[in-house]
């Protein structure tokens, strides 16, 4: 399951990511890492992008990324 | 003695260095890259210090040039003391870089920012704890009202004269060992950096670290496989999460020891998100934001820009009159004043409320909201949100706009999204479209030709992007609390762009326009209007229109002024039919950036982008004008 498959207001627990190396470090900076917790607060209409809490902080991320972050429900 | 301030995006580093630099502030472009980090000297306990302000960064190694340039920088200069900011409402999140920056092996002092906005969240935090535990220096701070600055630098002069190297933080065992063998195989004293900075790097993967260690010792590359073996076997996740969740644990671990959380202060600002990011009624208060930003910019120009003309126009006579009334001499005093005027009169009174109102967008947080907002539509155009930034400065003024591209990641995405902000119709054009289109047809037409350009834009990128595929994974950013600004740094902020405008683009717009005169006075002008024949001819205009359109580059509003010259009459509705008025109109709002604009994508983009992007203009320019022509033709 990844990212966009949440519906806004749920939290989730990050299991994995699937993509390049860069990108896995830059969102594991961004607090991304497999057992954090990340909520979906909103996403953007016509297929924009998500609005995500991870580590008391709020995160953009367009839906080709999100669609790269593996997690499980709670 | 040098100083870099290093933290993460939004931490107020910048708000602190234009706290002690004021606008003495210089930006300097890395060679190669062109993400700017700015340097400036301030004086420390007598001493001369540089400081330098390097961009944003979540981590040492980054895969973006702004990131780069942070390690490329604390590699190739003597960095004395790192000044390391962090946001005190984020200790976590922070303390992750510090803990990096730790293994550099050189002395470091923590900036704890924003602890105004920490008390508000109730969060407090034991400085004095923590600067044990991590057994570097560290400062509370408020950046935004100078509190606390000067303490750190203190710190940081004594950190630098004492040379206080900072023990690193320990991992687990099994990387501690890895790290211990790999520091083995590399000899000290050949890198710039630590030699545990580097086996960290190295099992985190970071192919340039590699590249450069390769050279000295080939087999490297084995040694990290055997190590990679021995840790994602023991765990199933890769290296690179193991490493940054051992930071997170000590970080963590940290803040629990130094923060206490008490009673949150906040209500309605958490709630306002709600409305400025609702599906409906955030587009709603974006079009209403923008809308009256727009029309608060268009009223103070205005306001402005006829007396500034007039008291320019007032100076040109009063000058004449010492000199002959024909002649080369005055024809170039003439130039000089209407070259220094333009700047002056009609470029400036939109450019600076732009400016400051743009600044205290950015500095409350709105911009990052835009960006969320606008993904979905910039992705149409092979862009994402954060090219929104460049296309709304680039109805102010051009020059702004290019510069603001240096916030996008990809080269690719940066190109691309210089060469359609230079289409969008910046305050110069805007006199054109309304004192010729709207004039002598109704403002319904000009409303038309903006809404073209929009089409004309969107369809371009397509275009290119055809060409050159979207290969940036998207957006990533970090969405900013709401933050009330200062005067004080909307208004340095302002002044540091204008500041590029009034000393790189005026004087050239100055030297143009005295040459113009002289060229005007030889009667060079026939010339111009062969040269231009052409696309007169295409676009079905008098041969006359061929002079305006050079004197455009120049300056855009010339390409509406000079009209009168060529044609000799100011009463342009009787030389030209509302065919040739549309066609005009569109083709000046296309083609060619102006001189100012081109200068500016040399310095940002090189000089190989500035004629490609002008002549892409062109040739769009020419088959918008055409289409323009055609639809008139088939339904008017």
């Known amino acids: ?74 | 003695m040098r100083y870099a301030l290093v933290g993460q995006p939004n931490c107020g580093k910048s708000t602190l260095f234009n706290q002690v630099a004021g606008y003495k502030a210089e930006t300097g472009n890395f060679s190669g890259t062109t993400v700017s980090f700015k340097e400036t000297k301030v004086r420390v306990l007598g001493d001369v210090v540089e400081l330098v302000d390097l961009p944003g960064t979540y981590t040492l190694l980054g895969t973006n040039p702004a990131e780069r340039v942070v390690l490329d920088y604390l590699i190739e200069k003597r960095v004395d003391v790192i000044i390391n900011v962090i946001d005190a409402t984020h200790l976590v999140q922070g303390l992750l870089l510090t803990i990096e920056l730790m293994e550099l092996r050189r002395p470091i002092v923590l900036a704890v920012n924003m602890m105004d906005e920490a008390l508000r969240q109730g969060i407090k935090i034991d400085g004095e704890q923590l600067s044990e535990l991590l057994g570097i220096p560290v400062m509370p701070m408020i950046a935004s009202r100078g509190q606390g600055i000067r303490e750190t630098f203190i710190k940081a002069w004594h950190a630098g004269e004492e040379k206080r190297i900072p023990q690193p933080v320990q991992y687990g065992e099994v990387i501690e060992s890895a790290i211990e063998d790999i520091k083995g195989k590399i000899e000290r004293g050949v890198f710039p950096i630590s030699r545990r900075a580097i086996a960290v790097k190295l099992l985190e993967g970071d192919p340039k670290v590699m590249e450069m260690v390769r050279e000295s010792v080939p087999n490297i590359g084995e040694t990290i496989h055997q190590h990679l073996d021995i840790l994602c076997h023991q765990s199933f996740r890769q290296a690179v999460w193991l490493v940054a969740t051992e930071r997170q644990h000590a970080a963590r671990d940290f803040e629990s020891k130094v923060k206490t959380q008490g009673e949150s202060f906040l209500s309605f600002r958490d709630r306002l998100d709600d409305y400025l990011l609702h599906p409906v009624f955030g587009y709603i208060f974006l079009v209403l934001i923008l809308g009256s930003f727009f029309a608060l910019v268009y009223g103070i120009g205005n306001m402005l820009e006829a007396p500034l003309m007039q008291f320019f126009e007032g100076i040109t006579h009063a000058v004449m009159q010492f000199f002959p009334s024909s002649g080369l001499v005055p024809e170039l005093i003439t130039g000089l004043i209407q070259g220094f005027a333009g700047g002056l009169a009609i470029v400036l009174p939109y450019l600076l409320p732009f400016l400051i109102g743009l600044g205290f967008l950015e500095d409350i947080g709105y911009l990052t909201r835009i960006a969320f907002l606008m993904d979905a539509l910039m992705h149409r155009m092979g862009l994402h949100g954060k090219a929104i930034v460049p296309f709304i400065l680039g109805y102010g003024c051009n020059v702004p706009a290019i510069m603001s591209t240096r916030i996008m990641e990809d080269p690719r995405d940066r190109f691309l999204s210089a060469a359609l902000a230079t289409m969008v119709p910046c305050a110069a054009r805007l006199a054109v479209i309304f004192g010729l289109a709207s004039f002598y047809l109704g403002p319904w037409v000009a409303l038309g030709i903006y809404f073209y350009n929009l089409v004309v834009i969107a369809v371009t990128g397509r275009i290119i992007t055809h060409f050159i595929p979207e290969d940036s994974p998207g957006l990533i950013l970090e969405m900013p609390v709401y933050r009330l600004p200062t005067v004080r740094s909307v208004t340095a902020k302002a002044w540091f762009r204008i500041r590029e405008f009034i000393f790189e683009a005026w004087p050239l717009l100055i030297v143009g326009s005295i040459v113009l005169a002289a060229m005007n006075f030889y009667s060079i002008t026939p010339f111009f209007d062969r040269l231009f024949s052409p696309i007169t001819w295409l676009l079905g205009l008098p041969r006359q229109v061929g002079t305006p359109l050079i004197f455009g580059i120049l300056r855009k509003e010339l390409s509406l002024i000079m009209l009168a010259q060529a044609f000799g009459t100011t009463d342009f509705g009787s030389v030209l039919n509302a065919e040739q008025i549309i066609s005009y109109t569109v083709f000046v709002v296309f083609y060619i950036p102006c001189l100012a604009t081109m200068v500016t994508i040399k310095n940002e983009l090189g000089g190989k982008n500035m004629w490609i992007i002008t002549g892409l203009t062109i040739i769009v320019a020419l088959i918008a004008a055409l289409l323009a022509r055609l639809v008139f033709f088939l339904f008017v």
Do not use: C, D, T
């Open chain 1, 1 to 74: 399951m990844n990212l966009l498959q949440i519906n806004n207001g749920n939290w989730v627990r990050v299991v994995g990511f699937r993509g390049g190396h860069g990108m896995e470090r830059r969102l594991a900076q961004l607090g991304f890492l497999p057992g954090n917790k990340v909520r979906v607060i909103r996403s953007a209409p016509f297929r924009g992008p998500l609005l995500l809490e991870v580590e008391g902080r709020e995160i953009v991320l367009g839906r080709g990324v999100a669609s790269h972050v593996m997690v499980e429900y709670i």
